[in-house]
Nanobody, 123 residues
Framework: VQLQASGGGLMQAGGSLRLSCAASEGTLSSYTMGWFRQAPGKEREFVAAIRRNVGTTYYADSVKGRFTISRDGANNTVYLQMNNLKPEDTAVYYC?????????????????WGQGTLVTVSS
């Protein structure tokens, strides 16, 4: 499956952005989809995931209550709605897909990755 992430940009703290992850091949609902982010000088970290088929969602503690992951089967797209953005949310955001649903917070277990989209939050 090929993934294309988009929707990043510059936003003031407290604002909102919605990231999109579209697939040109494959059906995203049959994959466990994750969003990860990587800030300069830091390791890639888990943000959110939605489990294949059943659609159970998972969030990092740092974004719980502010971010929402969802998927649109008709458009074969997964979204990350980000509200109440904070400067510490600044990072390149990546969407990823794995065939199963194992260790969903671990980047290594994701087989397919999008190219990343930059989110910058100013204070």
């Amino acid at each position: 499956v090929q993934l294309q992430a988009s929707g990043g940009g510059l936003m003031q703290a407290g604002g909102s952005l919605r990231l999109s992850c579209a697939a040109s091949e494959g059906t995203l609902s049959s994959y466990t989809m994750g969003w990860f982010r990587q800030a300069p000088g830091k390791e890639r970290e888990f943000v959110a995931a939605i489990r294949r088929n059943v659609g159970t969602t998972y969030y990092a503690d740092s974004v719980k209550g502010r971010f929402t992951i969802s998927r649109d089967g008709a458009n074969n797209t997964v979204y990350l709605q980000m509200n109440n953005l904070k400067p510490e949310d600044t990072a390149v955001y990546y969407c990823a897909a794995q065939d199963f649903g194992s260790l969903i917070a671990v980047p290594h277990f994701y087989r397919y990755w999008g190219q990343g989209t930059l989110v910058t939050v100013s204070s």
